[in-house]
């Protein structure tokens, strides 16, 4: 599915953000997608990755499962509701069964293979899949990049889940991308995103506003006191450590202090014996800083 098609609709990877519980993003975050606010949007490398690796995926989970399932390149759309989108991976009509192949860093957010205990992200993307091809089960086959193993993992279609997803999708379709009306950002950065230039305007604080600007110093101070302390802290165990590499207790690891080569750009050496080149390449940025007084 190309980026013009995902603006048609809602996909199942914009399911958990709309809904507020995935990590990657935020109903504002979608919305800004969505209407080409962001610019011109490209695939990042992990999905690109991540598309390669289908076909050998599939593979591997047919020799698994003693399945024959096949790719699905086409986009899907509900029957009921015209806005609800997707482009799942596999499906094996013999068992009438969704696939979804997936690849991970690492399995910290993974339960037991042969449950559906998987991320949020998926468990609302594959609800939404399973509602809008009127299948009732899926296998979402995940292979784990750190120990290069795979797992398998069974999802059923969830009524009570689902119910909350069209109705969060919903909402948001006829609430939000229909009306031109951004949802609120919902983090730092993307509230930088909408108010990305000051008016030089005033605008007179209220009640709540003091009272944050309070508690926003006194935390500021207290952060202050604990990185000192921080410090403190590092300073006394590494002149302790001496030129030691690990400190150990009881045979474990408490800290360790080793030697890291990196290669760094030597900025300030460049400009001195590169000047014009330099110039070429220098690029002005503006963004507003926030401060409190």
Request: aromatic fraction near 12%; glycine fraction near 4%.
């Amino acid at each position: 599915m190309n980026h013009e098609q995902r603006k048609t609709g809602i996909g199942g990877s914009d399911a958990a953000k709309i809904c507020g519980v995935s990590k990657w993003g935020s109903p504002f975050s979608v919305y800004q997608e969505k209407k080409g606010l962001f610019g011109p949007q490209k695939d990042s490398v992990a999905l690109e990755l991540g598309n390669l690796l289908e076909p050998w995926l599939l593979a591997k989970y047919s020799r698994l499962t003693q399945t024959f399932p096949v790719l699905h390149p086409q986009m899907m759309r509900s029957k009921t509701h015209s806005f609800m989108i997707g482009n799942i991976d596999a499906i094996s009509f013999d068992k009438k069964l969704l696939i979804e192949l997936k690849t991970a860093r690492n399995s910290d957010e993974w339960g037991e293979e042969g449950t559906s205990d998987v991320p949020l992200d998926y468990l609302c993307q594959v609800a939404h899949y399973l509602f809008i091809s009127e299948l009732e089960k899926s296998d979402i086959f995940v292979f784990f990049k750190d120990t290069e193993t795979f797992k398998l993992f069974h999802v059923e279609r969830d009524a009570e889940l689902e119910k909350m997803i069209i109705e969060k999708e919903q909402y948001w379709w006829e609430n939000y991308f229909l009306k031109d009306v951004s949802p609120e950002p919902t983090s730092i950065e993307e509230t930088k995103l909408l108010f990305n230039k000051d008016n030089g305007e005033n605008i007179e604080a209220n009640f709540a506003m003091i009272e944050y600007c309070k508690t926003l110093k006194n935390t500021k101070a207290q952060i202050k006191t604990l990185e000192q302390e921080e410090e403190v802290l590092k300073l006394m165990l590494m002149t302790y450590m001496q030129n030691n590499e690990t400190l150990t207790y009881d045979n474990k690891k408490l800290v360790t202090w080793k030697n890291c080569k990196t290669n760094r750009f030597d900025l300030d050496k460049f400009k001195s014996e590169h000047p014009a080149l330099y110039n070429q390449y220098i690029k002005q940025s503006e963004q507003r800083r926030f401060l409190v007084k």
